[in-house]
């Protein structure tokens, strides 16, 4: 069976970005001045471990798929930071449970995780448990990865003595031969001797391991940091939804250095997770259940109709949290008397019901609850579900106790949370996921639940806000696929062959839902209107004048969103023209395949300006921290490292192809053909040998530092490349641009993605979603967006965040250009606006150049603006005509 191609979600590839981003300034800049650099935050060395030690944490919300990212972390900081073939990599996680899940993922071939390695290290890899790792051979750790799977607690203890990991293991002396005096010098001796240990602590302290701490947040007391200073790592990297931020030493308190922080609305966006989540409260418990498996029959109505169409099974449960036992009140409604009040006044079948808590562990025997022969779809327990336990079936939450503090409901939330196969629905009925509490205030039960959104999901609070909607009638009733859903009329002046048109546009299985009534005007829509198809509907109508808001009062009434779940007031669906380019009479999205469309023979390069400037620099001298107010010696950190690591490996004498294939290994170039990757650099390399005098063995012992300026250099000769194919293309198709609303974005709640949102004091009027994506409270670009808020042509502004998926972007020479902000006048012109501090405005000509095209392209129907020091009377006389 072929491996999973499992394609990184944005933020994860972000994620990763910004990691390698790090990793990258550090053998120049140090841990600290590099985190500072990358993230503009400060940066807090932990206790007891060297300062200099990458100590970082990426931030990922509950459903965000946090480990697949620390998979790829591996090979990021193997190529980028460690310059190692053969990391050695720690892998700690928070419980047994989670220890099997994680092994079984990291040894399955098929699995994403395992694929993410594989892509990496290729059968270069071992996965291995302590007890395993206690015979590890020395092939075996140096020949490749080697990933060490274990709790903290294998580890985390005050007296040594009592750890197998700490105690000499005849299968590990081989380890301990041979080793310099250097080596020796940073092992834990045997007592009174100078041999030392032949422990797996001793094994993992050599090879200064890559650690990565699962849950972090459960790792951060002082006992946790002394654990792992004992094994020198060379990086520490922590994955959690909920990091400390705390910094209160005397207390204990030491933050995380977030790296990376995912939002609620990239999730969202991604389909990643089921939001909102719809809330009804009732005092009575009865009725609270009621309403609960009314719900659950509903979602599995929907979800059969689903089926019917996609193919994709889903199977809705219910998480139903009874209470403790307490011999002080025998009537408090524990998990028995839930199953019982089930099946006795309910008819469900006990092989429906799975109590976990209270004494039982029915889902330790359901090892695959997705499997449509699983019968179970009400599990019912007290708090904390099996460790591991993850199913995306899981989508209403029903508590028969009140809800008084986040803890009550922060391990059970996420459960619901998670989107089956991530990938939205086409009946919002199964985008969403569901609470139903016995309680006698809502108010306070709502707060408790987006307490458990921040406080266990790793939401952030302004986000939860948002994320948990009241309703009176929750309307589950999901309409049949058969039933016709008719519009409002469209407007009068709108001509029968224009409609038709657009119905042509569709794809087929949609073309053959929509039917148009010429006497009544109006769309009859067959089945649920999905949010895709409202978006595709809105572009192949985007030339029929007032279709837009007759299509997404479609959309509303066939999902039955209700009120609370829409902005106030009038909103008009927000669509962006995008620049496109005439090809073979057919305009397509403008982008690098049209102005690179050959291939790059890198061969053709010459190394000569490379070779001239390239000096020999010796990495041992990078990194350089001063602690001799501690009576110790200076040391180059990341030399030293690297350094350290190499020797471990015993290889055989360096040649050039051999030397030239290993610096090829670590430099990513999907525009370059091996062949021709491997010519330059061996041209530059024998360069090096002739015109600098630079012997095979010298190239060999700097060979990371060689491989850096390389990447560099053939970064920077593409760079040169795509400019002048860019502009060779302005110069000879200028005519064959347009815009095209037909490939228009369509801003969507769903979609817009954001990293931090805006927490400012202003209050914002005109911005088209709820949330206003990073923009920081005050400063320039603040400054812009009051003007657009504060101005009476603009109806709607967005604010445009960099690199998420639904973001408006123009074509650069190398990569894309996300503007500021983009608007929607009051006359139905777009309006995208790029601020340009002053400092920076000379340096934006590719961005104000292409804007100004794609606006020239527009018929007048779009409008670009390059404001820069606060002056913005350009851009009013330009929204004006004047």
Known sequence: MAAVNFELRSYQQDALDRLRDYLVKVPSLGAGTSFYAVTNAPYRPVPVMNPETPYICVR??????????????????????????????????????????????????????????????????????????????????????????????????????????????????????????????????????????????????????????????NVRGPLSFDTLARFDPSLVLEFTATPQLTHDPKNSNEPSNVLYHVSAAELKAAEMIKLPIRLQTDTDWKKVIGQALDCRTALEEAAQAEQAETGEYIRPIILFQAQSKSSTDPDRLIPESVAN?????????????????????????????????????????????????????????????????????????????????????????????????????????????????????????????????????????????EYVHTSEPLPEATMASEIDDAIEKLPPSMKARVQFEPETRKLNILGTVSRDQRNTMLLAFSKVKGAERVIDRVFISSNRIQASELPPGERLPFIVPRLCIMRQGELELFGPDHFLDLPWNLADCDPVQFVNRYQIKDATKAGLIDVSDEGKMNIAFVGELQSQLATLIHEPAWTLPRLVNWIDRGIPHPDVTKPAARIFIQKALEALQTVKGYSLDELARYKAELRRSLADEIQALRQEREAGCYAALFTNDAQSFATDSGMALVFDDQSYAYNQPYKGARKFNKHYFPIIGDLKPSGEEFDCAVFLDEHHSVRHWVRNVDRKPNAFWLQLPSGKFYPDFVALLTDGRILVVEYKGADRLAGAQDKLKIGELWAESSDGKCLFSMPSNRDFSQLSALIEGK
């Open 60 to 217: 990922i919300p509950t459903g965000g798929g946090k480990t697949i990212v620390a998979a790829h972390s591996i090979g990021v900081a193997a190529k980028t930071y460690l310059q190692a073939d053969n990391p050695m990599v720690l892998w700690l996680v928070p419980s047994t449970a989670i220890l099997d899940q994680t092994l079984n993922a990291l040894r399955d071939l098929n699995h994403p995780y395992r694929t993410a390695l594989a892509a990496d290290f290729g059968r270069n890899l071992s996965v291995l448990t302590v007890q395993e790792a206690l015979s590890l051979s020395r092939p075996d750790a140096t020949g490749g990865a080697c990933i060490i799977v274990s709790t903290i607690q294998a580890f985390r203890i005050e007296e040594t003595a009592d750890r197998k990991v700490y105690q000499d293991a005849g299968a590990l002396m081989d380890h301990f031969s041979g080793l310099d005096q250097s080596q020796i010098d940073r092992l834990e001796k045997v007592e009174g001797t100078h041999r030392p240990v032949a422990s797996l602590a001793n094994v993992l302290r050599l090879h200064r391991p890559m650690v990565i701490v699962d849950e972090a947040h």
């Open 341 to 481: 009040f089930l099946t006795d006044d309910k008819r469900i079948p006990r092989d429906q019901i799975a109590i976990h808590g209270g004494g039982f562990k029915e889902l330790d025997g359901l090892d695959n609850i997705a499997d449509p022969a699983c019968p179970v779809r009400y599990v019912v327990t007290i708090q904390a579900l099996r460790e591991g336990w993850d199913c995306p079936f899981a989508y209403v939450l029903c508590s028969v106790a009140e809800l008084k503090s986040a803890t009550a409901v922060e391990q059970i939330l996420g459960r619901v949370l998670r989107m089956p196969k991530a990938h939205r629905k086409s009946r919002d009925l199964l985008n969403r996921a569901y609470a139903f509490v016995a309680s006698a205030n809502f108010n306070a039960t709502a707060e408790s639940l987006k307490d458990g959104l921040v406080d266990g999901a790793g939401f952030d609070r302004l986000e939860a806000a948002e994320l948990v909607k009241a309703h009176s009638e929750l309307q589950l009733d999901d309409p049949r696929s």
